[in-house]
C-alpha cells in the first residue's frame, strides 16, 4: 500500500499510533530503562522532578521494583508544586511498609500539609499518612484524622472518613472508642458526599453501634436520596438493620402478617390476602403467598440459613414464632414510616444496587398492600440493564417464591430471548413455572413448545422440567401437558440413539420425570398413562429414563386391574435385559423385582420366586460391586419369601414373622420422603453477594435480632421533664414580667421597696445555698405572703389596670377577688458561673507540637492582679507516646524587644 512513498501499512500503523500517543504520558511506558531517574529527581527544576516520578509511577505499574529511590522521592515531599507532592505521595502508599525507616522521616512534612490552604493539600497528606500501615505513626495518624474530620473543606472530611477504616485495620483496641466518636461526628456531617463515606467506614469498623445511628437518624434518612450512589447502598443498610434493633419487624409486613403469632400476637390478615390474589375465580385454593416459605425467608434473614437449617428440624411452629415484643406496626412508628418514604424514591435509581437495597427494606418492612411498588423498579430494571440481569433475577425469584401473585400479571417480562445466557435463561423458566396461572398457562405453554425445539438441548430439558411443575402446581392442566410429554417421549424414543445426540438423552429423561410428577397427584386416574410408559420400555434407552420408568413398576404395581396381571411378563422381560442394563438399571430392577414379589397374589407368586431368585445369581456375578452389596443384602432380607418350603411352620415362625415386617416397612409401604431444603431453598438478604453464590460471603451478616437495641430512655425522659419545667417557669415569668409592664415605674420602685424589705435576708441565704449545692435549680419560684400594710402599698393606678386586664373577677366572691390580688411570687436566680463550664479553645494540636496538645478557655473570675485582665486557664496534654519532659513559654512581644534592642546595639 503506497509503495511509491515507501510506506508499509505496518509504519503507517505504527505512525497513527503515534499521533495518538502525542501529548499523553503514554510514552513512560515504553523504555523501562531508570537509569535517567536520579539525575531528574535531584534535579532543581520542578518540570524534571515531575518527569522522573511518573516514570517510577510508569515502572511499578509494570511491576518493576523501584524502592531503592526511596530516599531520592521523600526529599522531594518538601517540594513547593503541589504536582510534584501528589506524585511523591502516590510513591510513599506504595513504598512505605516496606522502608518504614525513611517513611517516618516525612511525618513532619505530612503534618506541615495538614495545616496547607489547599485543601487538595491537605486530603493528600492526610490520605498518604493514614495509608502508611505502621503503629508507630497511627496515634498521630490518628489525630490527623480527627483535626480533618471538622476541617471546613468537604473533600478533606471525606478523606478522613475514608481514613478511618485503614486506622481500624491497624487494631488498635486503645483507640477504638476515639476512632468511632469521629465516625459519629462525620455521620452528623452536613455534605451528603462525607455521609456516604461516613456510612462505608461506619460499615467496617462499628456495624453494630447503633447509638451513633440514633443520634443522626432522621438526618441520614433526609440525606439519604442526595449521598453518592455507592454510599445509598452502605447508608440504606445501616438504616434497615438499626430500624429492625431498635422496634423490630413490622407487623403488616410480608414478613409476618400471613403467618400467626402466639397469644399475645395476632392473626393471618385475610382481606390484605384476599386483596392481593389474583384467580379468586379459578378454583378454591390461590397461590398467592406461600406462607411456610415466607416464615422461612424471614427466619434466614434475621438468624441466617446456616443457624436457622441446623436447628429447623427440631423447632416448633408456634415457640418458632415472633414475639409480639419483637414487633411493631407502621401507624405507630415514624422510624418505620421515615425509612418506607426516603427509600421509595430510590426504587427508581439508575443504579442497580441502589434499586435491589431499596426493594430489599420495601420488601422487609413494608406493610404486605405496599410490597407490590417493588415490582414495576424491578422489570424495569431486569429490561434494561443486561449487564445486572442475572443478580436481578436471583432476587426475583426469592420474591416470586414466597408471593408469586406479586409477579404473575407481568409473566411476558419473563419469555426467553435469544440472546439470553444459559443461566439465566435457566432463572426465566423457573419465573414463568412458578407464576403461571391458569389463565396465562395457555400462552407460557405455547412458548415452552417454541423452547422444546432449541439446539441448546440442555435448555430444552429444562423447558420439559418446567412444564412438570406447571402441571404440579396447577390441577387444570395436566391432561394436556401428558398427552404432549407422552409424544414427545415417543419421538424421542424413536429419533434413534439419543446418546450420540449432545444433550438429548436429557430431554428425554426430563420428560419422563415432568411424567412422573404429573402421575404422583393421582395415580388412580392416570393408569393408563403408567401402561404407556410400561410398553414404550423397549423402546427407550436411556439409563436414567429407563430406572425411573422402572421405578414406576415397582410403584404401581398394585394399581387398578391391568397392571398387576403385567408384571410377570415385565419382570420377565426385565430379567431378560438384566445383563445387558447399566449399573443404575440393574439396582433399580432388583429393588422393583423385591416389591412385586411382596404385593404378588397366589398365582404368581411362584413364578415371581424363580425370577427373583435367578436375577439374584445374576447379581452376585456381576462386575460392580454396588450391584453385588445389593444382592447379598436382599438375599438376606428376603428369606422368608424366598425359602422353599419344605421346612416345617414351626421352624421358620419366628424367623418369618421379624423378616416380614422389615420388608414390609423398606419395600411394601411408602415411606414419606424427607426432602431437606436445597441450596436453591437458602435465602440471604436480597441484594447481596450471598444471595447470589447461595452461600454466606465474607462480610455477610444476618439482620440483628429485633429489639436487640434497648435505648436506654430514663435520661432523655429526665431532659425532656427539664425542659418542660424549665418552660414552665419562663411562662410564668414572662406572665409576671407581662404583669410588671402593664404597672408603671412607680409601681416596680413601690414593690421593690416592699419586696426589700423581707427577701434581703432569704436572697443571701439563698445563693449561700446554691454555691453548695450544685445540684439545686438556677431558678427558683415561690409563693410569698403579704401582710395587709404591705398589701396597702400597691398603688391605685395599677391596681385599676390590674382589674381591667381580669373583668371575669367581678363574678366572683369578695374573698375570692381579695385571694387572687394577694398572690404574690419570689424568683431567685443562682450563680450561673459556677454551672456553665467554659468552652475551650485550641491553641495547639498534637500534630503541630509533637504530641503536645494544648487548650484555653476564658473563665469568668475577675482577676486578682486587675479587673481590666481576663482570666483565661491553659490546658496541656500529651497525646504522644513519649514523656514530655520540660515545656517553655516565650513571650514573642518581649522577645522582639530584646531582638531590636540587640540590632540596634549592633548598628551602633
Known amino acids: 500500500m503506497f509503495n511509491q512513498f515507501g510506506s508499509t501499512s505496518e509504519t503507517l500503523s505504527k505512525a497513527s499510533a503515534v499521533v495518538l500517543r502525542i501529548g499523553t504520558d503514554a510514552h513512560l511506558y515504553d523504555d523501562p530503562e531508570d537509569v535517567n531517574i ?59 511498609e516496606k522502608r518504614p525507616n525513611e517513611a517516618l522521616l516525612s511525618i513532619n512534612y505530612f503534618q506541615k500539609d495538614l495545616g496547607d490552604p489547599n485543601p487538595l493539600v491537605r486530603a493528600w497528606a492526610l490520605r498518604t499518612m493514614a495509608g502508611i500501615r505502621l ?48 465516625v459519629g461526628i462525620l455521620l452528623n456531617d452536613h455534605s451528603p458526599g462525607v455521609v456516604g463515606a461516613a456510612a462505608a467506614a461506619f460499615t467496617s469498623i462499628c456495624p453494630n453501634n447503633f447509638e451513633l445511628i440514633r443520634k443522626n437518624y432522621k438526618k441520614l434518612c433526609q440525606i439519604l436520596p442526595d449521598v453518592e450512589e455507592w454510599g445509598q447502598i452502605l447508608l440504606i443498610g445501616t438504616l434497615l438493620r438499626y430500624v429492625v ?27 390484605l390476602v384476599r386483596d392481593l390474589t389474583l384467580d379468586k375465580e379459578d378454583g378454591g385454593k390461590s397461590d398467592s403467598f406461600d406462607v411456610n416459605l415466607v416464615n422461612v425467608v424471614s427466619k434466614c434473614y434475621i438468624e441466617g440459613p446456616d443457624e436457622y437449617l441446623s436447628r429447623s428440624s427440631c423447632l416448633d411452629p408456634v415457640t418458632s ?3 409480639s415484643k419483637e414487633t411493631t406496626s407502621v401507624a405507630h412508628n415514624e422510624d418505620v414510616k421515615i425509612l418506607l418514604q426516603c427509600t421509595s424514591p430510590l426504587l427508581w435509581s439508575n443504579n442497580s444496587a441502589v434499586v435491589l437495597a431499596a426493594a430489599g427494606v420495601q420488601w422487609i418492612m413494608a406493610p404486605l398492600e405496599d410490597v407490590k411498588k417493588i415490582v414495576k423498579p424491578l422489570l424495569f430494571l431486569l429490561r434494561s440493564s443486561s449487564a ?35 443461566q439465566v435463561k435457566a432463572h426465566k423458566l423457573e419465573m414463568l413455572s412458578l407464576v403461571a396461572t391458569t389463565s396465562s398457562i395457555s400462552s407460557i405453554l405455547r412458548e415452552f413448545e417454541d423452547y422444546i425445539k432449541d439446539p441448546d438441548r440442555r435448555f430444552a430439558a429444562d423447558t420439559i422440567a418446567a412444564i412438570g411443575l406447571c402441571a404440579r402446581r396447577l390441577p387444570t392442566i395436566p391432561t394436556t401437558c401428558l398427552d404432549g410429554l407422552l409424544a414427545l417421549v415417543r419421538q424421542e424414543s424413536f429419533a434413534g440413539d439419543p446418546e450420540s445426540v449432545d444433550g438429548e438423552e436429557g430431554v428425554l429423561v426430563q420428560a419422563v420425570m415432568s411424567i412422573q410428577t404429573i402421575i404422583e397427584r393421582d395415580p388412580d386416574s392416570h393408569d393408563k398413562v403408567i401402561i404407556q410408559l410400561f410398553r414404550s420400555l423397549d423402546s427407550i434407552k436411556v439409563a436414567a429414563a429407563r430406572a425411573t420408568i422402572i421405578w414406576m413398576v415397582g410403584v404401581y404395581c398394585s394399581l387398578g386391574p391391568i397392571i398387576p396381571r403385567m408384571l410377570t411378563t415385565l419382570t420377565k422381560y426385565l430379567a431378560w435385559s438384566f445383563k ?26 411362584q413364578m415371581l420366586k424363580r425370577i427373583m431368585v435367578y436375577m439374584l445369581e445374576l447379581g452376585e456375578c456381576d462386575l460392580s460391586y454396588d450391584i453385588r452389596d445389593r444382592t447379598r443384602f436382599l438375599k438376606k432380607l428376603l428369606p422368608c419369601k424366598l425359602a422353599s418350603h419344605e421346612a416345617t411352620e414351626d421352624s421358620v415362625a419366628s424367623q418369618e414373622n421379624i423378616a416380614v415386617h422389615v420388608v414390609e416397612h423398606v419395600f411394601g409401604s411408602k415411606l414419606k420422603p424427607f426432602l431437606p431444603l436445597g441450596l436453591n431453598d437458602r435465602f440471604y438478604l436480597p441484594g447481596s453477594l450471598s444471595q447470589i453464590v447461595l452461600h454466606a460471603a465474607p462480610g455477610y451478616e444476618p439482620l440483628p435480632k429485633p429489639c436487640s437495641f434497648v435505648f436506654e430512655e430514663h435520661d432523655q425522659l429526665s431532659d425532656s421533664d427539664r425542659q418542660r419545667d424549665a ?14 409592664d402593664e404597672d408603671g415605674s412607680s409601681d416596680y420602685d413601690s414593690e421593690s421597696s416592699v419586696g426589700s424589705e423581707f427577701s434581703s435576708d432569704d436572697n443571701e441565704r439563698k445563693v449561700s445555698n446554691d454555691a453548695s449545692d450544685p445540684a439545686a435549680p438556677l431558678i427558683q419560684i415561690s409563693d410569698t405572703s403579704v401582710s ?73 473570675e475577675v482577676s486578682i492582679v486587675s479587673p481590666l485582665h481576663v482570666c483565661v486557664e491553659v490546658l496541656f496534654e500529651n497525646s504522644s507516646g513519649e514523656p514530655i519532659l520540660d515545656v517553655n513559654l516565650e513571650d514573642e512581644e518581649s522577645m522582639k524587644c530584646i531582638l531590636q534592642q540587640c540590632a540596634n546595639t549592633n548598628s551602633t
Open 788 to 860: 395587709a400594710d404591705q398589701e396597702e402599698l400597691r398603688s391605685r393606678r395599677a391596681l385599676d389596670l390590674w382589674l381591667d386586664d381580669q373583668p371575669s373577677t367581678s363574678n366572683q366572691t369578695p374573698s375570692a377577688v381579695n385571694s387572687n390580688q394577694s398572690s404574690y411570687a419570689k424568683i431567685s436566680i443562682g450563680d450561673i458561673g459556677s454551672r456553665v463550664k467554659p468552652k475551650c479553645y485550641s491553641l495547639l494540636d498534637p500534630g503541630n507540637g509533637s504530641g503536645l496538645k494544648v487548650d484555653y478557655a476564658f473563665l469568668s
Open 245 to 271: 434493633a431498635r422496634h423490630g419487624l413490622v407487623r403488616e409486613s410480608l414478613m409476618l402478617s400471613l403467618h400467626g403469632m402466639d397469644s399475645n400476637g395476632f392473626c393471618e390478615k385475610d382481606a
Open 135 to 182: 503503629h508507630v505513626i497511627a496515634p498521630l495518624a490518628l489525630a490527623a484524622v480527627s483535626k480533618c474530620a471538622r476541617d471546613p473543606a468537604v473533600y478533606v472530611r471525606k478523606c478522613a472518613a475514608n481514613a478511618l477504616p485503614k486506622l481500624h485495620d491497624l487494631r488498635l483496641e486503645e483507640h477504638a472508642p476515639a476512632i468511632e466518636e469521629i
Open 727 to 740: 418552660g414552665a417557669v419562663l411562662d410564668r415569668s414572662q406572665e409576671s414580667s407581662e404583669t410588671g
Open 321 to 323: 414464632a415472633f414475639d
Open 580 to 605: 445387558s442394563e447399566a449399573s443404575e438399571t440393574k439396582l433399580q430392577i432388583l429393588n422393583t423385582t423385591a416389591k412385586v414379589l411382596i404385593s404378588a397374589k397366589v398365582d404368581d407368586f
Open 38 to 96: 536520579a539525575p531528574l529527581l535531584d534535579s532543581k527544576f520542578e518540570s524534571e522532578k515531575c518527569e522522573a516520578l511518573k516514570r517510577l509511577l510508569a515502572l511499578i505499574a509494570q511491576g518493576f521494583d523501584v524502592s531503592n529511590f526511596f530516599p531520592q522521592v521523600v526529599k522531594n515531599v518538601a517540594s513547593q508544586s503541589s504536582e510534584v507532592k501528589k506524585l511523591v505521595y502516590l510513591y510513599l502508599l506504595q513504598y512505605a
Open 388 to 422: 445486572s440481569k442475572y443478580v436481578v433475577l436471583c432476587n426475583i425469584l426469592v420474591f416470586a417464591k414466597a408471593a408469586p401473585s406479586l409477579f404473575a400479571p407481568h409473566f411476558e417480562n419473563f419469555f426467553i430471548c435469544s440472546s439470553d445466557a444459559y
